[in-house]
C-alpha cells in the first residue's frame, strides 16, 4: 500500500501549483493525511495535515494563508492547493497517512511524521523560481 504524490513542477514566484496524493491499495477514508516536504540540505518538515473526516485541517505558520488542504473521498484523494508561493517553498513535497487524528486541547495538529505517519511514497519536486 502505498501513497503517491502529483502535480508538482516549475513556478514563478507568486504562482500557484495543485498538488495530489493518491492511493493504492486502499482507501483512505479512514486516515489522517498529511503533507510533508523537505528541501536539500533541510530536514523534513510538516506543511499541513487533514483529519480523516475532512473537518479538520492543521497547517505550519510558513504555509498558513497560503496553501490549502482538503480531500475527496470519492476520488480516494487528497489535494493541496498551494498559492503566492515562494522560493523558499521550494522542495520534494511528500503526502503520507496516519491512523490518528490528533487534538490537544482541541486543536487539531498533524502529529509526528517518524512515527504517526506511514505509506510514505514518492514525492513530487516543487520549484519556484524568484
Known amino acids: 500500500v502505498q501513497l503517491q504524490a502529483s502535480g508538482g513542477g516549475l513556478v514563478q514566484a507568486g504562482g500557484s501549483l495543485r498538488l495530489s496524493c493518491a492511493a493504492s491499495?486502499?482507501?483512505?477514508?479512514?486516515?489522517?493525511i498529511g503533507w510533508f516536504r523537505q528541501a536539500p540540505g533541510k530536514e523534513r518538515e510538516e506543511v499541513s495535515c487533514?483529519?480523516?473526516?475532512?473537518?479538520?485541517?492543521y497547517y505550519a505558520d510558513p504555509v498558513k494563508g497560503r496553501f490549502t488542504i482538503s480531500r475527496d473521498n470519492t476520488k480516494n484523494a487528497v489535494y493541496l492547493q498551494m498559492n503566492s508561493l515562494k522560493p523558499e517553498d521550494t522542495a520534494i513535497y511528500y503526502c503520507?497517512?496516519?491512523?490518528?487524528?490528533?487534538?490537544?486541547?482541541?486543536?487539531?495538529?498533524?502529529?509526528?511524521?517518524?512515527?504517526?505517519?506511514?505509506?510514505w511514497g514518492q514525492g513530487t519536486l516543487v520549484t519556484v523560481s524568484s
Open positions: 487533514i483529519s480523516s473526516s475532512g473537518y479538520s485541517t
Open positions: 503520507a497517512a496516519s491512523n490518528r487524528n490528533i487534538y490537544y486541547s482541541g486543536t487539531y495538529y498533524c502529529g509526528d511524521a517518524r512515527t504517526d505517519f506511514g505509506s
Open positions: 491499495g486502499f482507501t483512505l477514508d479512514y486516515y489522517a
